[in-house]
């Protein structure tokens, strides 16, 4: 039972890390975001208004990934234990 533990421990502390890091980078978008959108355009060539777009993507692929990778196992382990 020791490793099912381990196993729930390590899908909730990663759940944790990637929640933080989604709410971190949203945080950034959207106080600094004309500095952002300034230093990507210039890197990419990519105008403001697609870089908005971009951006939209971004968190929500990275939201569903931490939902399907993260969370969903966390809670069958749970849910199992």
Do not use: C, D, R
Not at 14 to 27: A, D, K, Q, R, Y
Not at 38 to 60: P, R
């Amino acid at each position: 039972m020791n490793n099912m533990e381990q196993l729930i421990g390590f899908f909730g502390w990663m759940s944790v890390v990637n929640i933080g890091l989604l709410l971190l980078i949203s945080l950034i978008l959207v106080v600094m975001k004309e500095t952002v959108s300034v230093i990507h355009g210039k890197m990419f060539s990519v105008n403001e208004g697609e870089l908005k777009i971009i951006y939209f993507k971004y968190l929500a692929n990275y939201k569903l990934l931490i939902f399907v990778f993260n969370l969903v196992p966390y809670i069958a382990l749970k849910i199992l234990a």
